[in-house]
């Protein structure tokens, strides 16, 4: 079998790197350069002169690091996007430079995938739910259905951005994440904003509010202790329902901001509660470096061959989901359940039950060990208690949701109706997508979101479409929460058939009978948090 040997160019923002790999995944060489700003961000224009500077520096210390010749290299990889539109330019050109003057082929790959394949090609995971966290990302991804689905993203900034902007405009330098993180060990917790919507989250209220405590005089130690637990959380919660919904065996942790020791614990401790694997690849791996884009480079080029040089154009938003990856087998080990369990979700255990003589579900939100007490208690009683409210306020707008028995707080679980029929997900077609649509605009109408709306939690009854699971659920008038409400479903259906989700999505707005809708969804898919 030939080898072939890759050289991958990464600068997607503030780290140039330059890797070599061969194909049978050994890394020969791993040279980079980081940039660390003086003062405020990363300004695009010089994160460009500092690739331009390094860039012809490490790339022949990385060929001399490799022990190799300039003729021995097979492929030349470069990152395509996402990034900074100035960096991925210097990126690129000096792709095609070193191309053109080998004489040796070319392909761009995708900055968020190659963390992805080389925490696998370092971890030996097969097929996990990752966690990408870094300075510019923030997502949720896993394999279903020919690529990479990105099953939950920030909803405005990056994890890593909101701590590096909380250590600037603190005073405790950048970047943020290792000098929070220390005066976290020494701190206690205050109370501040945890938002997860759906398969999302949001940053920017709860670095706000971490803001404004540190403007009070709040000690620094107790806002960094909150600020990083309320944060991770967050992440790991909607990493979970992920390997809930997708009932993987595997969690992968990658991205620069898996430095953070608290971070991988609680990812792991999640992980161990379900049962699965925890992985993470070797630290000098999970941030940006060449080696990733050169052994994606490697992957894409088996499967699909170079481009052409009039391909090499940056791609400034450059989607992980946009991407074919067919070198992936996705018969994977599923999650067992235990005889008891009717399911086993992200916020709780369904567990049979009776009522009176009937048959009942008992959905008990159990203690997450991952979370801090103070964090895991006010979540679990707050959506118990929102729950069976929103249970009964479906019902007033038309909408048909299981029918509620008992509520106990102190336990935090909700005692309710078993729903004896099938999962849409399982049964999904036009006319299902349309009627879905208008039982949603009946939701909608009563200012009621759902929160968490994929084809797990409706079911059909002989024919009557019931709506559970309102954990996440709340109350807003606000046109954006509704929009991203429908998001979620979007995302679900991609996840079941995603030639389908078209679709499906279209008749499911059809259905849901406001075209204004559809402008404020393209609004919502269009801003930062999809470019980088």
Not at 192 to 215: I, N, T
Not at 407 to 424: F, T
Request: net charge negative; hydrophobic share 40%.
């Amino acid at each position: 079998m030939i080898i072939l040997i890759s050289l991958g160019i990464e600068g997607t923002a503030e780290k140039t790197g330059v890797g070599i790999v061969d194909s049978d995944g050994n890394i020969l060489a791993m040279a980079g350069k980081q940039l660390f700003p003086e003062e405020g961000g990363i300004h695009p224009r010089i994160a460009a002169e500092h690739h331009a500077e390094w860039i012809p520096k490490l790339i022949p210390e990385a060929v001399s690091q490799a022990g190799i010749s300039y003729d021995d290299i097979d492929l030349i990889s470069f990152s395509q996007g996402p990034g900074l539109g100035p960096a991925l330019r210097i990126v690129a050109t000096s792709a095609r430079t070193l191309s053109l003057s080998l004489k040796k082929p070319i392909i761009g790959v995708n900055h968020c995938i190659g963390h992805v394949e080389v925490g696998k090609l370092d971890t030996g995971a097969v097929n996990p739910v990752s966690l990408y966290v870094s300075g510019g990302n923030s997502q949720v991804i896993a394999y279903e259905s020919g690529r990479y689905r990105i099953f939950g993203e920030t909803l405005d900034i990056a994890i890593g951005n909101c701590l590096d902007h909380f250590g600037r405009e603190t005073g405790l330098g950048h970047p943020g994440g290792p000098v929070i993180e220390k005066l976290a060990k020494k701190g206690s917790y205050i109370d501040l904003p945890y938002v997860v919507k759906g398969m999302d989250f949001s940053f920017s209220g709860l670095l706000s509010a971490a803001l404004r405590e540190a403007e009070k005089g709040t000690p620094m130690e107790d806002i960094c202790y909150s600020l990083q637990e309320t944060a991770f959380s967050m992440l790991v919660e909607v990493t979970e329902r992920a390997l809930s919904h997708t009932q993987k065996d595997e969690v992968m942790l990658c991205g620069g901001v898996s430095a953070n020791s608290r971070l991988r614990e609680m990812l792991k401790t999640m992980s161990e509660e379900h049962g699965a694997k925890f992985y993470m690849p070797e630290m000098k791996l999970c941030g940006d470096n060449g080696v990733m884009i050169a052994w994606l480079g490697l992957l894409m080029c088996k499967e699909f061959g170079p481009i052409e040089l009039s391909e090499t154009g940056i791609i400034q938003r450059f989607r992980t989901d946009e991407v074919d990856i067919p070198w992936i087998d996705n018969t994977k080990s599923y999650l067992e359940l235990g005889d008891e369990f009717i399911a086993k979700g992200a916020e709780s255990n369904i567990v049979k039950a009776e009522y009176l003589g009937e048959k009942a579900v008992l959905k008990d939100r159990i203690v997450k060990n991952y979370r801090i007490p103070e964090i895991d208690n006010k979540i679990r009683k707050s959506r118990c208690r929102l729950e069976a409210r929103l249970l009964s306020d479906a019902k007033r707008v038309g909408v048909v949701t299981p029918v509620l028995y008992d509520v106990n707080l102190e336990d935090k679980s909700i005692l309710m109706e078993e729903i004896d029929g099938v999962m849409v997900k399982d049964v999904i077609d036009d006319d299902l997508a349309f009627r879905i649509g208008e039982e949603i605009s009946k939701l909608h109408s009563g200012d009621i979101i759902h929160g968490d709306i994929t084809t797990s939690n409706i079911m059909l009854r002989d024919d009557q479409l019931v709506f559970i699971d309102f954990g996440l659920g709340r109350h807003s008038q606000l046109g954006e929460d509704k929009a991203v409400d429908l998001l979620v479903l979007k995302k679900a259906l991609q996840s079941i058939d995603y030639n389908l989700a078209v679709k499906y999505f279209d008749l499911v707005l059809k259905g849901y009978g406001n075209e204004s809708i559809a402008k404020t969804i393209s609004d919502i898919e269009s801003r930062g948090r999809y470019t980088h």
